[in-house]
């Protein structure tokens, strides 16, 4: 029986952002997650915004959390190596819709202490947004608004608290949870572990693990949403994140840029009974296409290169879930962690962290190391940082993926990390293979080679996501799995 510390059920951007925070300490953490990889659920399919916090009500945990942050993050990108931009972001008021909301929005940011929010109106609206309708009559600005890249920021956080001495344990479900007097014990996938404290960072699952414990119920709604990616040739449509008015469901059918220089456009808002629905529909991309077209104008939809879905946990509460649970000491939640999670993330470890911590009367570490570089890019370095690269390591030279420029040493690099790639999606969430415009298309073959030659697998065992999603049908080479 493996013996913890502390144990975080959930290897999404909450749960690593909590062990990287929790490595600061002398305690022994692991985390564990029934997927094959970090970033599987939620975390990796989301708009990639780092929110203001102006649409969160105040005092409630959403509106401390996305503030505190946001502004961690310009830090916390700096040393994980990953990009980060503060775009800004628009809230876009027509004709004939209630120009008081966009008041009532910016007076309940100044509440949860967002700073920079302010009225546009006429030309200078249509200047500085100008793919805004003609009958566009307001808008809110919040220029601390930003966007990062989901997998790098989880990946960072998950590399940085390996070095700094957490175990990663994967393709292990949690099925029990039983209480101990002096801990838990989990039953696994992988065998029993015992352990002082608990994490609950299980995304949409992590009101099941709270009820196998606590004296506090939790229901979890999953809803999904819908997304459109574009190509990098719609990249520059707009510089803004522009947001409609917000509804009952969340805050619309939004369209933003990547850090990457794709055009994003989504999601749709839809609960779920299925925690696995995360198929897209054509009734929901409908939606997405019609949605994105109100007070904008040409919006190139003809650009879509892919579409995808993602689940969000929805808490009845309505709030983020984060503390104690209820008649279970040691046992700490972090459920409900909808938009905004990924912006709030940063504030959300440290605050688990520093949970865990107190409870565990743990001590910090002297020699807690903050910076994690980045995987090497290709496409983002200069030639003489490209021609030095090569220099040291020829595979850099080898580009395998044409659309994005991955090579050859950026898939080993991935592959070689802790905790590394092993497949397909592995591979592309860090070094985006596949993510342009033919799909992986072209570069599935030889990433397949690689990971053979890496992982010491024949073809017939790589898959695209774990499981059993395997890439080839036995021997005949046909195309099988999911």
């Given at each position: ?89 628009v809230v876009l008021c027509r004709e004939g819709q209630n120009e008081a909301e966009l008041v009532r929005l910016m007076e309940q940011g100044y509440k949860n202490g967002v700073p920079g929010l302010r009225l546009l109106r006429g030309e200078e609206l249509h200047r500085m947004i100008p793919v805004a309708a003609d009958d566009v009559k307001a808008a809110l600005l919040a220029?601390?608004a930003g966007i990062i890249c989901p997998f790098r920021l989880t990946a960072g956080l998950a590399e940085n608290a390996c070095t700094n001495g957490v175990e990663f344990w994967m393709d292990c479900p949690v099925r029990q949870i039983d209480k101990q007097e002096d801990g838990y014990c989990l039953h696994t996938g992988k065998g029993k572990i015992r352990t002082r404290c ?285």
């Amino acid at each position: 029986m493996s013996v913890y510390d502390a144990v975080i059920i959930g290897a999404g951007v909450t749960g690593c952002a909590a062990a990287r925070e929790l490595s600061r300490y002398r305690l022994h953490v692991c985390v564990l997650d029934k997927e094959e990889d970090i970033c599987t659920g939620t975390s990796k399919a989301n708009s990639g915004l780092v929110h203001a916090g102006y649409d969160a009500v105040p005092g409630t945990l959403k509106a401390r959390m996305n503030v505190l942050g946001n502004r961690k993050m310009d830090v916390l990108a700096e040393e994980l190596d990953i990009p980060f931009r503060r775009n800004g972001a628009v809230v876009l008021c027509r004709e004939g819709q209630n120009e008081a909301e966009l008041v009532r929005l910016m007076e309940q940011g100044y509440k949860n202490g967002v700073p920079g929010l302010r009225l546009l109106r006429g030309e200078e609206l249509h200047r500085m947004i100008p793919v805004a309708a003609d009958d566009v009559k307001a808008a809110l600005l919040a220029p601390g608004a930003g966007i990062i890249c989901p997998f790098r920021l989880t990946a960072g956080l998950a590399e940085n608290a390996c070095t700094n001495g957490v175990e990663f344990w994967m393709d292990c479900p949690v099925r029990q949870i039983d209480k101990q007097e002096d801990g838990y014990c989990l039953h696994t996938g992988k065998g029993k572990i015992r352990t002082r404290c608990v994490i609950n960072a299980a995304g949409i699952y992590a009101d099941v693990f709270n009820n196998m414990v606590s004296e506090e119920q939790l229901r979890i709604t999953p809803r999904r949403g819908e997304y459109l990616l574009l190509d990098k040739r719609a990249g520059s449509y707009t510089q803004h994140t522009i947001f409609q008015m917000p509804g009952p469901m969340g805050k619309g059918v939004l369209i933003t840029p990547t850090v990457h220089g794709n055009l994003l456009v989504g999601p749709t808002a839809q609960d779920v009974p299925d925690r696995d629905a995360v198929c897209t529909t054509a009734e929901g991309l409908s939606q997405v296409q019609k949605k994105s077209m109100d007070g904008i104008k040409a919006l190139p939809l003809h650009e879509t290169i892919t579409s995808f879905a993602g689940l969000r946990a929805h808490e009845d509460g309505g709030d983020f879930v984060i503390g104690e649970a209820k008649g279970a000491p040691g046992f700490f939640n972090a459920a409900g962690i909808e938009s905004p999670g990924l912006s709030a993330a940063p504030a959300i470890g440290c605050e688990l962290a520093g949970m865990t911590a107190a409870y565990l009367n743990a001590r910090e570490k002297q020699e807690f190391t903050a910076v994690q570089k980045n995987i090497f890019s290709a496409a983002q370095a200069s030639a003489e940082e490209l021609r030095m690269k090569i220099k040291e390591n020829p595979a850099y030279g080898n580009v395998i993926c044409r659309c994005e420029t991955v090579t050859e040493g950026e898939i080993v690099e991935a592959i070689r990390r802790k905790p590394g790639a092993r497949s397909l999606d592995g591979v592309k969430r860090r070094t985006r293979t596949g993510m342009g415009r033919c799909q992986s298309g072209f570069c599935m073959p030889k990433v397949m080679e690689i990971l053979c030659r890496e992982l010491g697998l024949t073809p017939s065992q790589v898959t695209k996501a774990g499981g059993t999603s395997y890439l080839l049908n036995g021997d005949s080479g046909k195309a099988g799995g999911r």
